[in-house]
């Protein structure tokens, strides 16, 4: 039987395509599709229900209504092309795969033959998690084996004062008001209003997760509530005697934006918004725009890549450094701005660490239950150590990595994950992806674990990690400059798991995260966030899908042996690289669809819908191919990494010598950085 054929047996038991067949195990199709429907909602409804039923075999009524609309409906078009695309995907795999081939088979016949479970069917769509829920606490402790490292040298000089050695970063996500607001309303100047009113018209270019909307209550407001958070954390390492009396720490935050609009005025509301809230006693903070970075790459990294290094193409290459764009350019960015702040600002500092806006150090809990302040978690010499892997390989620890806690759960215990076990039964979409599984096998394994006297002693012995939090976790500056780890800018979501795998192909030694017990952080986005969280769930929900696709070309670029890459990242990190992407996402999207108009909530499932057919189509494009685009951007942008990295070793060296036109580039750079300081 043909893969197409084989598939089309699968959904065909798994959906409701014929009305005397016996309930289906998934999802019943047909009652979502009527092919006389003209009105939007219905339309849409419709031409997803004919995806699926296209793809489950019942070609005829599904492929003419889908036919009929393709030239004047964009979802018609993307579902048309979508078929098409998931069997020759389904065929190109097979033929090149006979472990996936047998797969496939196997499970058709099954079907055919009765019913198969959910992990029968993961089996062939999410292989990831076959098992975890039958196994749990075997695969706990077979993927802690599995992270271990043996520790052959600890870091000699580990970070002795984070107060002057640490540059702690963020990044703030601004987004235009709520459709509630009216920015005539929210008190601002009358050229922020202007801005703001034209900008709402336009069509927005980056998703993130829960931005803050300009306008928000104080109260509501991400920013405010972690910077005030982490000037509460300094108060306590000051009262610990961890910082002396005057000192003030530095603090750097990124401003990304949703629609280019905000661009010029994204600076002026945070100083208002600044201005208005208690201020910040042991903070000097520094907010960086894409304005800013342009003009450090115009007066210093541009100007210094051409003359040390002769590059004629320093201001095409060298553009991967900046804020604005998907979450992959401003996490590098907040990584990158290391060796710049030391060599022009302060010498002193040799790592960052880098946390989100909806966290917050619980610093009574942590001493209580781990004997240790935040500072003095940072001060463990594994954080730098060398050590060899299961595998024998040289290990570097040089980036460190904590963990989460829910606020609803802190009092249960500081080590309670914040992603549990899903105890429910999959969801239509989770027959094909359930990420929840090995995200929480993951979360228990490798962030709660906690070094003692057993195997994992944290002296002789510890984790590496590749499941990381994008707040949580920071980099040695020696580390950053040897290995030059960065997150592709076309990353849109887990730019904090990407950042590693740019360099987990290297050899002798392999950057790693060292995983720091009892480092942790309380994520408090449920407290003060929902609104936010709510505008945003759409596109979190395609991101997921844009990941999938991404994550699983990527690993294509960066090796040949896709295999042995996984064998490191997976399960959680690895479930996203896939030997079906495309088939997974568009059955993933389809029914999650199909979902939310089942339960009611029609506007979500349009909004979806709409948002999903155009990146989901663009990130097709975008991925597709031997040399896709995404392949060439990638090499792109490392070409323009080792360039930026190049450059400032250079210009660090000249500092050294004390070359005239190299302190004319710190001077410059120094200028530029003082120039982003936030007056309260």
Known sequence: MKPQEELETILSKLFQTDEDQTPPLVFDVLTQFDEAATDRKSQAHSLNAAFLLALAGN?????????????????????????????EELKGVSAKD????ARLSALSELL??????????????????????????????????????????????????????????SNVLLTIPSESSSPK???????????????????????????????VDPEKNEVIYGLQGLDKTFEFERNRGNISDKEKLACLLSVSVTHRGLQPVCKDYLQAAFRHSKGLKNIDLYVFTELDTQKLLDKVLIPAAELYTGSKEAA???????????????????KAILPIWQSCKDPNIQATFKIDLDQVFPQNELVTETKQSAFEHFTSPLWGAQGLDTEGQT?????????LVNERDIAKSLFAPDVPFPNRPPTNDEYFFFSALPQALSS?????????AGDLNGVTSCLQRIHVTGGTNGILLKSLMKHRPFTPSFIGRAEDQAYILSVLGNEH???????????????????????????????????????????????KVLTNDVAKLKRIIDPFTGSFVSKIPITVALLQFALKVAALFQSGQDSLALDFMEMGVKRIAESIDFSSGNDSPLKQQYERERRGWDLFYDTLTTLQNQLDNQDVKALKFQENGQRILNECAIRF
Request: net charge negative; glycine share 6%.
């Open 509 to 555: 030694p392999r950057l790693a995260y060292l995983h720091k017990d009892g480092l942790i952080m309380r994520h408090d986005k449920e407290a003060f966030a929902q609104e936010a969280i709510e505008a945003a769930r759409a596109g979190k929900m395609v991101g997921d899908y844009v990941r999938l696709l991404y994550f699983s070309a990527y690993a």
């Open 98 to 101: 006979p472990d996936f081939s």
């Open 444 to 452: 228990e394994a490798e962030m709660m674990t906690r070094y003692n």
């Open 112 to 169: 055919e033959n009765g019913k198969a479970s959910c992990e029968e069917i993961w089996a062939v769509f999410f292989p990831e998690a076959k098992d975890l829920q039958m196994n749990r606490e075997e695969k706990i402790i077979s993927l802690r084996a599995h992270r271990t490292v043996s520790v052959t040298e600890l870091n000699p000089e580990p970070i002795q004062n984070p107060a002057k050695q640490i540059l702690f970063t």
């Open 395 to 403: 290990i570097e620890l040089g980036m460190i990595a904590g963990a």
């Open 316 to 334: 095409e290459l060298l553009n991967i450094f900046g804020v604005d764009g998907k979450y992959g350019r401003h996490y590098s960015f907040l």
């Open 185 to 215: 309303d929210l008190g601002l100047n009358h050229n922020l209003t202007d801005i703001l009113t034209h900008t709402m018209t336009e069509p927005q270019d980056y998703w993130y997760d829960h931005p803050i909307q300009i306008g």
């Open 59 to 87: 070609t005829d009524r599904a492929t003419h209504f889908l036919s009929s609309l393709a030239k004047s409906n964009e979802s018609a078009k993307f579902y048309q092309d979508g078929i098409k695309k998931v069997r």
